[in-house]
């Protein structure tokens, strides 16, 4: 994490082990998806879902090695530093443009629930992201303007709801006051807040075209 510690690139060891744990709990998130042979997206029918997945864990890749050597080095110096900030904001931006793809096929009709669990773990990546301060406030909100990215989260809660509890007997009924009271607890709703009201009141107004 990258908290008090941003601006020299330190970081102490309670906050490597918490990254390095956090980082790996989404890694095997994704691993449930590849399953143990890790060909098997390569070699599977190109549907959608699996040239997302693909995309995905290239990503998850490229931001394992990055996040490797912020958290092996007990500082760094200074250009080394902002370059590695402009490396991550561009995995965040190629993460941002996935998300942006997945959108296109919650439509109409019954979206294949892997991909709703798929989008939830790229929204999770993203916030590991935020939460850990790898990505600046300011970085963060020209991205999210630019890709729209408030608007896809509040599909996909929609999404969640109305097709999720098709199959889990458990959810709570269908309605707008339900999903936005209880997704504010969804980590995501943190970071809106941290960017600002305008994003809270951009989730509420897309929400609502959907429900």
């Known amino acids: 994490m990258l ?10 060891e309670a906050q490597k082990e918490l990254m390095g744990e956090e980082w790996n709990s989404l890694r095997d998130e994704l691993k449930r998806f590849t399953g ?5 997206i390569w070699t599977a029918k ?8 693909a995309q995905l864990n290239r ?9 490797a050597i912020l958290k092996s080095s007990e500082s760094i110096r200074e250009q080394d530093y902002e370059d590695m ?10 993460l941002l443009s996935l998300l942006y793809q997945m959108s296109f096929h919650f439509e109409a009709i019954s979206p294949e ?3 709703l669990d ?27 303007t630019r890709y729209l990215t408030v608007g896809d989260f509040a599909q ?16 709570l009924p269908i309605s707008s006051k339900n999903s936005l009271k209880y997704w504010y607890y969804f980590p995501f709703m943190d970071m809106l807040e941290g960017l600002g009201e305008e994003h809270k009141k951009k989730f509420s107004t897309e929400y609502n075209k959907f429900g």
């Open 3 to 12: 908290s008090s510690t941003s601006d020299t690139g330190r970081f102490s």
């Open 85 to 94: 900030r402009q490396k991550i904001k561009q995995h965040i931006e190629a």
């Open 59 to 67: 990503l998850h890749g490229i931001m394992g090695e990055d996040l």
């Open 46 to 53: 190109k549907s959608d879902f699996v040239l997302q997945l």
């Open 36 to 40: 143990k042979n890790r060909l098997a």
């Open 156 to 171: 996909y809660v929609f999404q969640s709801y109305k097709f999720g509890q098709q199959v889990d007997t458990k959810s």
């Open 113 to 115: 629930l892997r991909l």
């Open 118 to 144: 798929l989008q939830r773990l790229a929204f999770e990546t993203l916030y590991y992201f935020y939460k850990h301060n790898l990505i600046g406030q300011p970085d963060l909100d020209f991205l999210f």
